[in-house]
Each structure stands twice: as C-alpha cells, then as structure tokens.
C-alpha cells in the first residue's frame, strides 16, 4: 500500500469511528448481458446482472468502498450523482474530466464518504452513453438516532424513470457522431427498467408496487433517462413533495411532478384510494421546437392487496406544458431561512444551447442546412482530453491539455432569446476551464438561447449543491430581476432545469478543491460539447487542501 493510499484510508477510516458510522464494501462488475424488451433480444451492458443496478443503501457519514471490475468491451467510469465528495474528486468519476476510464478487463476502488447528505441520489456510468443502462439509487438514510423531517413510511419504494433503445445505445451515439445529426429518439420510456403495460410484449415485466388501505409510501423518484425530461403522476393518488436531490423541501402536494435527467425526488403518497390497481405514469416534457422525442407513455401498477380491476391512467399534461412545469418549480423551496451568500464574489454569466459546425456537404454533414450538430457554453463546444485526465494535468501540472480562459461572460452580446444572427450559430472548440479561490462565493446566471431552438435544459454541476435564487423567462436583466431573487429559502439542487427560453440564476460557496465538471444531462447535448469545468483552487490548511490520490487509478 502506498503512502498516499494509506493516509486516505485512515483519513476514512477515523471519520467512519469517529460518527460511529459504517463501512460499506460493494462489488461492481459491468459486463454485457443479454435483455428482451418489446419482443427483441439485444444485448446491453449493466452491473452485477441486474438492470436497474444494485441500490446503495446507507446512513448519512458512512464511508464506502466500491470495488468496480470492468468484464464489458467498452471503457467505463461510475459517477456517484450528487454526492459531494468532499476533497476527493478523485472518486467522482467522469471520463477524463477526474480519471482515464477503467479500460476493458482493469478495475477501480471508488472510496469516499457521505457528509451530511440524506435523501435519494443515484450512481450512473459517465462513459459516453453507457448510461443508458449502467445506473442504480442511491438511499441515505439519517444517521442512528435520527428520524426523516415527516412521519416514518410504511413502505419505501425507488422509481427510476430510464429510455430504452431497441439497438445498442453505442452504435446509436456513434452514428450520430459519424454523421453530425441529431441521434435517433428512443423506443420506450422505463420504469424500474420496464416499459409497462402500454407496450408489445411487456405486461408480464411490469414494474408492481403491493399496498395495503392507509399505508404511507415515500417514492424517490429519479429521472435516469439519457435525453428526456419527463412528468410522472399516480391515478387518483395526491403527491406530496419532501426533498429533491437529497435536500429536504418545504412540503407542497401536486398532482404530477416533472423530474429533469439527473433530478430526484422524493415523494408521500397515502394509499386511500378505494381499493384497486392505479397506474404510475412517466412521460416526456419536451420543450424544443419542431425536435423529434419519445412520445410513448411508460407504466407502473400501484395495486392494492387483493385488488383485480383493471389499472387505472393518470391525466399527465401535454408534453409541451411549460405551464405546469413552471409552477411545479416554483413551488419548490427549503423548509426554513437557509444561509445563502449574499456578498458575491465571482459573478459569471453563461450562455447556453445548441450550435452548428459548417461542413463539406456528405455523409459526415447531416444535421441542418448540410451542419454538424453541436453546443456549447459561452461559445466554447468542450472538448474532453484523451490522454490524461483534466484532474490529473491540473494536479501534476501537465502542460497542453487545457487552459484557463473558460469566458465570464458571453464573448459577444446578443439577443439571446430572440431572432439570432446566423453568423453567431458556430461556437469554438475548445478545452477551457475556469478557476475559482477557494471560499470565494459565486454567482451564475444560465441563460438559454434560441440558437436552432430554446430548450428546457438540466445542468448538472458535479461537487456541489448550490441555491437556486432565481429564475425566469426571455433574457436575464440584472437590474430588474437580481431584485427579485430569493435569498431567504431557495431551494437547494445539484442539477438545475433552466428554463425553456429564459434562465436560471444560483449561487454557491467554492469550498470543495478539485476540478469539477458542469454540464447538460442530456446526454446528446453532453456529447455535441455542452459543458465546462471549474478548478477549486487549494485553501489554507489541511481540511480545504485535495486528498491525495488513490495508488490504483486508473492509467491512462
């Protein structure tokens, strides 16, 4: 054992004995397996056999050891979405953003500990698309002695919404790369894997939840899928919202929620309905115009013991009801007065959306108007390293892998919401980050843009959770609208759904070092170059200074 691995391990170990807390040890294996969905066999690629993967069920301080073998042809690195990794970025996960990818036959031990985090995440690959089908829940309960903000449930049940392909989700990304177009949609939306009564072949898979009359179930309700928003709703059965992404709420009870990819939330539901058998419906919000999506209605039976009738459907709103999404959100909040920064230190500004690359007309040149699709932030479509990692240049200080230009602000104004000129439609590549003192409070307005279309999009920023203190629609106008910003309860996230033609603004404490990744959870746009990273510069002492990385990372 190396010197830096068994400082690691005893930095762990003594936190784990300290909060009297445990230790976890997990065996991943990622391999290729055959599957049947909607009359077809193909072969897709999951954890341990299972799909969707094993749940990670744990208390709030304990440490985990999770020991990942790669039996799959492709490279491969888990995410653990949400978790905040304190210092340790090194267990965070995306390809060659914090590591090189866990190749074909190598393995890799993710150790990291849970502080003060409770609630539902979840744990998916961040290996071009294999995401697809690579992901499980992640449950963290209360430390011991303490309880949930809300009466204990009799039942608790994960919902994993998920898209499935009919073709291997590899040879879909890859024909989308060749060609430059815009990747064919996916053929079912699933719940807990399955696609439910509403499709050929499936009602025997169907995903069935067992109550009994007054039970109270908690739903920890996570959105998996690849490309799609989606709204989900139980038949005559109110929901009513306690936390998202592992952050408590203020409670608000809604007939349908709409979860972003990467989203969680958590949800009540009394079972006091006459007894019977009521569908769990999952469809797609699909914002952009004129865009191909996914239409199919996925389905999940609530079904009271001893009930035979037939299932009843929910009403879910039309995929284009921005409307309902609105209030949805905006009912969204912390229970009480949080701490948010008010004096800001870095105030960035990052506009956000889709792009095009002029090309010589052919088969490498599908997208619009003979293009290639793209996206970018601030006008830079990020281009991934792929020889080292960003983490691993940055700490070994390797020269020509990135530099430290990522723009502020948008290198050129515009109006962002409105009739863009078209010599504003081609974005830069580049591999540019941005860097942050540590302690410094930032700011970030995300403003979407009508490049092609505007779009509802779900930004992710790894290592953080930060507070949503404002959003809106049509161009962010700082004068009016920083009046008007929530600085008493905003609600705390890890991924945000900026909306459709407007913005979003948060704000957050750089206090965890490292290079961390943001970016859309789309992943078709994640692929086209929606993304940026920050680097977290070291604080003074030894809690805000990087740990040292572990001797078995992957080589790149």
Same mark, same amino acid.
């Given at each position: 054992?190396?010197? @830096?691995?068994?400082?690691?391990?005893?930095?762990?170990?003594?936190?784990?004995? $300290?909060?009297?807390?445990?230790?976890?040890? *997990?065996?991943?294996?990622?391999?290729?397996?055959?599957?049947?969905?909607?009359?077809?066999?193909h072969?897709?690629?999951?954890?341990?056999g299972?799909?969707?993967?094993?749940?990670?069920?744990?208390?709030n301080?304990?440490?985990?050891?999770?020991?990942?073998?790669?039996?799959?042809?492709?490279?491969?690195?888990?995410?653990w979405?949400?978790?905040?990794?304190?210092?340790?970025?090194?267990?965070?996960?995306?390809?060659?953003?914090?590591?090189?990818?866990?190749?074909?036959?190598?393995?890799?031990?993710?150790?990291?500990?849970?502080?003060?985090?409770?609630?539902?995440?979840?744990?998916?690959?961040?290996?071009?698309?294999?995401?697809?089908?690579?992901?499980?829940?992640?449950?963290?309960?209360?430390?011991?002695?303490?309880?949930?903000?809300?009466?204990?449930?009799?039942?608790?049940?994960?919902?994993?919404?998920g898209?499935?392909?009919?073709?291997?989700?590899?040879?879909?990304?890859?024909?989308?790369?060749?060609?430059?177009?815009?990747?064919?949609v996916?053929?079912?939306?699933?719940?807990?894997?399955?696609?439910?009564?509403?499709?050929?072949? @499936? @009602?025997?898979?169907?995903t069935?939840?067992?109550?009994?009359?007054?039970?109270?179930?908690?739903?920890?309700?996570?959105?998996?899928?690849?490309?799609?928003?989606?709204?989900?709703?139980?038949?005559?059965?109110?929901?009513?919202?306690?936390?998202?992404?592992?952050?408590?709420?203020?409670?608000?009870?809604?007939?349908?929620?709409?979860?972003?990819?990467?989203?969680?939330?958590?949800?009540?539901?009394?079972?006091?309905?006459?007894?019977?058998?009521?569908?769990?419906?999952?469809?797609?919000?699909?914002?952009?115009?004129?865009?191909?999506?996914?239409?199919?209605?996925?389905?999940?039976?609530?079904?009271?013991?001893?009930?035979?009738?037939?299932?009843?459907?929910?009403?879910?709103?039309?995929?284009?009801? $921005?409307n309902?999404?609105?209030?949805?959100?905006?009912?969204?909040?912390?229970?009480?007065?949080?701490?948010?920064?008010?004096?800001?230190?870095?105030?960035?500004?990052?506009?956000?959306?889709?792009?095009?690359?002029?090309?010589?007309?052919?088969?490498?040149?599908?997208?619009?108007?003979?293009?290639?699709?793209?996206?970018s932030?601030?006008?830079?479509?990020?281009?991934?390293?792929?020889?080292?990692?960003?983490?691993?240049?940055?700490?070994?200080k390797?020269?020509?892998?990135?530099? $430290?230009?990522?723009?502020?602000?948008?290198?050129?104004q515009?109006?962002?919401?409105?009739?863009?000129?078209?010599?504003?439609?081609?974005?830069?590549?580049?591999?540019?980050?941005?860097?942050?003192?540590?302690?410094?409070?930032?700011?970030?307005v995300?403003?979407?843009?009508?490049?092609?279309?505007?779009?509802?999009?779900?930004?992710?920023?790894?290592? *953080?959770?930060?507070?949503i203190?404002?959003?809106?629609?049509?161009?962010?106008?700082?004068?009016?609208?920083?009046?008007?910003?929530?600085?008493v309860?905003?609600?705390?996230?890890n991924?945000?759904?900026?909306?459709?033609g407007?913005?979003?603004?948060?704000?957050?404490?750089?206090?965890?070092?490292?290079?961390?990744?943001?970016?859309?959870?789309?992943?078709a746009?994640?692929?086209?170059?929606?993304?940026?990273?920050?680097?977290?510069?070291?604080?003074?002492?030894?809690?805000?200074?990087?740990?040292?990385?572990p001797?078995?990372?992957?080589?790149?």
């Amino acid at each position: 054992m190396s010197i @830096s691995q068994a400082l690691f391990l005893s930095l762990l170990v003594s936190f784990a004995f $300290t909060t009297f807390a445990e230790i976890h040890n *997990y065996e991943f294996k990622v391999q290729e397996q055959a599957a049947t969905r909607l009359c077809k066999n193909h072969r897709i690629v999951n954890v341990n056999g299972q799909f969707p993967g094993p749940t990670l069920d744990v208390q709030n301080g304990d440490t985990l050891f999770v020991k990942v073998t790669n039996a799959a042809p492709y490279n491969v690195t888990i995410h653990w979405h949400g978790l905040r990794q304190l210092r340790n970025p090194w267990a965070d996960g995306p390809e060659f953003v914090t590591q090189c990818p866990i190749r074909p036959g190598g393995s890799y031990t993710y150790r990291f500990t849970i502080t003060d985090q409770e609630g539902t995440l979840w744990w998916h690959a961040h290996s071009r698309w294999l995401r697809a089908t690579v992901y499980g829940a992640i449950v963290i309960r209360p430390k011991s002695g303490s309880s949930y903000p809300f009466p204990k449930p009799t039942i608790e049940f994960p919902v994993i919404l998920g898209e499935w392909w009919d073709r291997k989700v590899i040879s879909v990304l890859r024909q989308a790369l060749f060609s430059g177009a815009a990747p064919n949609v996916s053929d079912a939306i699933t719940i807990n894997g399955q696609p439910g009564d509403l499709f050929r072949c @499936s @009602s025997q898979g169907t995903t069935r939840l067992s109550v009994n009359k007054g039970d109270t179930v908690l739903l920890r309700v996570i959105n998996a899928a690849l490309n799609q928003q989606l709204f989900f709703s139980v038949a005559n059965h109110k929901l009513t919202v306690v936390a998202t992404d592992a952050v408590y709420t203020k409670q608000f009870t809604t007939n349908v929620i709409m979860v972003g990819p990467g989203q969680t939330t958590d949800v009540l539901l009394t079972a006091d309905q006459q007894p019977g058998r009521y569908y769990m419906a999952a469809r797609a919000y699909a914002s952009a115009r004129n865009a191909p999506f996914d239409n199919t209605t996925a389905t999940a039976i609530l079904e009271y013991k001893s009930a035979t009738s037939q299932p009843i459907l929910p009403q879910l709103p039309a995929y284009n009801d $921005t409307n309902t999404v609105t209030a949805f959100s905006n009912q969204i909040k912390s229970p009480g007065k949080v701490t948010v920064p008010t004096k800001v230190d870095k105030n960035l500004f990052f506009t956000m959306g889709f792009g095009f690359f002029n090309c010589t007309p052919g088969p490498r040149c599908q997208g619009p108007n003979n293009t290639r699709f793209g996206a970018s932030m601030n006008n830079v479509s990020f281009v991934l390293p792929n020889r080292v990692s960003l983490l691993q240049a940055y700490t070994q200080k390797i020269p020509n892998i990135y530099t $430290t230009d990522f723009p502020p602000v948008p290198p050129v104004q515009f109006d962002y919401t409105g009739n863009v000129p078209r010599g504003l439609w081609q974005p830069v590549k580049g591999t540019k980050l941005y860097k942050l003192k540590f302690g410094s409070s930032v700011q970030i307005v995300l403003q979407d843009t009508s490049i092609f279309s505007t779009e509802d999009h779900p930004v992710h920023l790894h290592g *953080y959770h930060f507070f949503i203190v404002g959003q809106g629609f049509g161009n962010f106008n700082p004068s009016r609208d920083t009046a008007n910003f929530n600085l008493v309860d905003p609600p705390q996230r890890n991924t945000i759904d900026v909306p459709v033609g407007g913005w979003a603004a948060i704000r957050f404490v750089a206090d965890n070092p490292g290079v961390w990744l943001m970016h859309c959870h789309i992943d078709a746009h994640l692929a086209w170059g929606f993304a940026m990273a920050f680097i977290v510069e070291d604080g003074v002492g030894e809690s805000e200074k990087l740990l040292p990385p572990p001797s078995d990372l992957p080589r790149c």
